[in-house]
């Protein structure tokens, strides 16, 4: 039995919960079995069975449609709980109630509830509790207190031993799968959706966003084990239209009941329209018979938020930020700046974890940016600039990458380039920068730049 932190002390503040939470095992390290979650869930009751459910899984897209999905169910004057993984800037947008991540002091109060019971799971359990593991805990334990009627709830890493699986969802999500986090998934996209697919409980709802014709496979078999019934996107529900258009695009979608034509989402490209149209048919499914009212949802669509992917952050040049961390989530915001934007030239700033495929985040970057600026994030994850000016070079060329390892450096020397190189290239478009390649990064960078406005 591994050696369990000391027992805990109420916390005060903010950043002693922090530190509480950091002190356990990382949310990377996963030793695959719900056991520890169950112990502790059930120390607090069982909270997770006290509200509804919709769980997401897929390598990308997860937290946009969990963002629109709220949105939706608080348009019908549901009261939400929205869990999310990771943060961008602050912990405690992990947990989310009314669409509002928790302030210092409801965070270190959700923290003081748990604490006492993440002990003496430690004490039994032969490896203590996660940091992921806790922070799973203190959501559903907040949501029951509130009391939520829905909960909106993005799966850490795959699905059958995630913590977050405890729920028994009423509806299911299944976002498009590729290959990420490889080395406790799996290489390939088959094995992926073998994992992902434990989300998919008995006599629950499906939704299940186009996929691999191997991937879908998988899935579809999970359901008719377990007797869930399915939607399929391209089949039930879709996107029948879309176009770009000054702050976002206007979309058609069909949904599992009705078309609602002509809504405005304020988010960028291809995928969040396919992200919105999977949003669209989970609440549907969730809400049961009955069309959505239209206006009810044109409305609620025209709100939606989604911090971090393709986000304006400031103009003169114009910064954006966006999360893609891995090849699949690269190319779908890479198609979305061709789709959306005339930028030119683009310059882009990219640092990169250790363990993600940065050679395939490059490539699919690289037709679109005239110049890649390689930096690294705070953390130990990430890999060096210099490695990855050196991997760089090799797709883009030694004369198209510089290496600057400060963040904040980074930005500013991207910023000149763009600058610099729309006073040169005399376009109709205008020069900007991207910054990129990790939810970390971008997120340090949010950070940066939000105080410098």
């Known amino acids: 039995m591994t050696d369990a932190p000391d027992a805990p002390r109420l916390a005060q503040t903010f950043d002693e919960v922090e530190d509480a939470l950091l002190s356990r095992w990382p949310e990377t390290k996963l030793e695959p079995s719900l056991d520890r979650i169950l112990a502790f869930t059930e120390l607090l009751g069982e909270p997770q069975h006290s509200f509804r459910s919709i769980h997401l899984t897929g390598t990308n897209g997860k937290t946009s449609t969990s963002r629109i999905i709220e949105t939706l169910l608080r348009a019908l004057d549901l009261r939400t709980g929205r869990f999310t993984s990771p943060h961008l800037e602050r912990m405690s947008e992990r947990i989310s109630i009314d669409g509002e991540p928790l302030d210092d002091e409801a965070f270190v109060r959700a923290f003081n509830d748990v604490a006492p019971y993440t002990h003496l799971v430690d004490a039994e359990q032969d490896h203590p509790l996660s940091f992921f593991e806790t922070i799973v805990g203190m959501a559903y334990a907040a949501f029951a207190d509130a009391p939520v009627d829905v909960a909106v709830v993005e799966v850490g890493m795959g699905g059958s031993w995630d913590a977050t699986n405890v729920i028994d969802a009423d509806v299911a999500v299944v976002l498009p799968i590729a290959v990420d986090h490889a080395k406790y998934l799996g290489d390939d996209a088959v094995t992926i959706a073998a994992e992902k697919a434990g989300i998919i409980k008995p006599g629950s709802v499906v939704v299940l966003a186009e996929q691999t014709p191997e991937v879908a496979a998988v899935l579809l078999e999970r359901a008719a084990e377990v007797g869930a019934t399915i939607t399929r996107e391209g089949m039930e529900f879709g996107v029948v239209a879309r176009t770009p258009a000054v702050g976002g695009q206007v979309i058609s979608l069909q949904g599992l009941r009705a078309t609602y034509d002509d809504l405005f989402l304020p988010l960028y490209g291809a995928h969040q329209a396919q992200n919105a149209a999977v949003a669209l048919a989970a609440v549907e499914a969730f809400a ?120 904040a450096d980074a930005i500013d020397r991207a910023a000149t380039l763009a600058e610099a190189g729309e006073a040169i290239t005399v376009s109709i478009g205008a020069g900007a920068v991207l910054v990129t390649g990790s939810v970390v990064t971008v997120g340090e960078a949010r950070s940066l730049l939000k105080g410098r406005r």
């Open 288 to 407: 049961g018979t009955g069309v959505l009212d239209d206006e009810v949802v044109r409305a609620a669509f025209a709100e939606v938020t989604s911090p971090g992917r393709l986000e304006i952050i400031r103009r003169s040049p114009t910064i954006l930020l966006d999360a893609a961390h891995n090849p699949h989530g690269a190319e779908a915001a890479a198609a979305a700046l061709e789709d959306s934007f005339s930028f030119s030239p683009l310059v882009g700033v990219m640092g990169v974890m250790e363990d993600k495929d940065h050679e395939g985040l490059l490539a699919a970057f690289e037709p679109y940016l005239e110049h890649l600026v390689c930096t690294q994030n705070s953390t130990p994850r990430s890999m060096s600039a210099a490695a990855l000016g050196r991997a760089a070079a090799e797709v883009f060329g030694e004369d198209r990458v510089s290496v600057v390892p400060d963040l």
